[in-house]
């Protein structure tokens, strides 16, 4: 492989039988678990467009060094102190780090060319929001995959208003008020994976594709890679598992149907010996009643709006959530402090005005002044 490194991100091609070559994008902040930070965002943004224009590149890889995560989610400690010494103030930070996020995620999703992300390990957040985008979603027996926002005083942002209302039921509204822990096989069964191999598979995959007979056809690119990704699954040692979602799919939507109080009433008065169920119940009585709020909000958009509209929409939360939500007390209580004691803006979900949260979801910038108004022109 030819290789060009900055210091959080390794970009290398790798040449084939074909002539093509295959551009892997490997984040490189194995100590953070490959959580994003702006540089990292920037790289890969540069990088992505280069190779969208290069014939010579047949299609990408993203993956992420070390053996424990693809992507833990983004740098919220920088946005933390951002946040932190702009009180009640939307920060140039705050907006400039979502803004360049999200325009890499929109890449993603609209890139012509096949994109494969190697989601073994951890799959969070940010890191999410990058495998939502790719076309080829590959999840491992050892996958984690999760939207933890709702723990720091966030919403499931990266994409999430598009994906997770897309998804079987009320699942989608579980994942993102409970912060669930998927498997592979409950990613693959919610879409967010569309293919399964084992972790060893790795390095045999890197083969495989360097003997695909890559074209100039980015149509016919997308069918070889589609097909020697099934031929793969086929031959795994470790079948893919049963999904607990897939399995209790009528109980979480039972759980989850109703308005938000109604959610809350039925989550605190449940029984359960289940460790999943257990867990995720008690992740969401404890999250922020500002994110909760949201959440439900964010669950009832449907399917209308479109990719480009949806990130508009993200930024402009985001953004108000780092200037006015419960995401500086979140990240103080779980990651600065480590107290694990948030002092919420409001103790339950009856007590957050109307008001408050139409604040939230309101953008600060006129459509003319939205930092993503040139999205998909």
Known sequence: MNSEQTNSVIFQTLGTLS????????????????????EMIQALTKQLTSWAQDDAIAMVVLDGAGEKAFCAGGDVRALFHASKAHSGEISD??????????????????????????????VMGGGLGLMAGASHRVVTERSRIAMPEVTIG????????????????????FLGMTAYNMSGADAHFVGLGNHYLNSHDKEPLFDALASVDWEGDIGANHS?????????????????????????QSQIDELMSGDL???????SGEKT????????????????PLSLCLIDQQSRLGTDMSLEQVFQF????SCNCCASGDFV???????????????????????????AIEKLMASPWSSDEHPLNQLGC
């Not at 499931?156 to 994906?163: A, E, I, L, Q, T």
């Open 329 to 355: 007390e979140g990240v103080r209580a779980l990651l600065i402090d480590k107290d694990r004691q948030p002092k919420w803006q409001y103790a339950t979900v009856e007590e957050v005005p109307a008001l």
């Open 273 to 288: 010996i289940e460790p999943w169920l257990d867990r995720a119940l008690k992740t969401l009585l404890a999250g922020s």
């Open 224 to 248: 070889k890679l589609n097909a020697l990704l099934e031929a793969m699954t086929g031959r795994c040692a470790v079948p893919l598992a049963e999904s607990t979602l897939a399995v209790n």
């Open 93 to 122: 930070i705050a907006t400039a780090f979502f803004a360049q996020e999200y325009q890499l995620d929109y890449l993603l999703h609209t890139f012509d060319k096949p994109v494969l992300v190697w989601g073994d390990g951890i």
């Open 314 to 317: 993200e930024l402009a939360l």
């Open 19 to 38: 002539g093509k070559q295959v551009g892997v994008a490997t984040l490189n902040m194995e100590k953070a678990l490959n959580a994003l930070n702006m």
């Open 261 to 267: 109080s109604q959610v809350l009433a039925r989550a």
């Open 154 to 173: 966030l919403y499931p942002d990266v994409g999430g208003s598009y994906f997770l209302n897309r998804m079987p039921g009320h699942l989608g509204r």
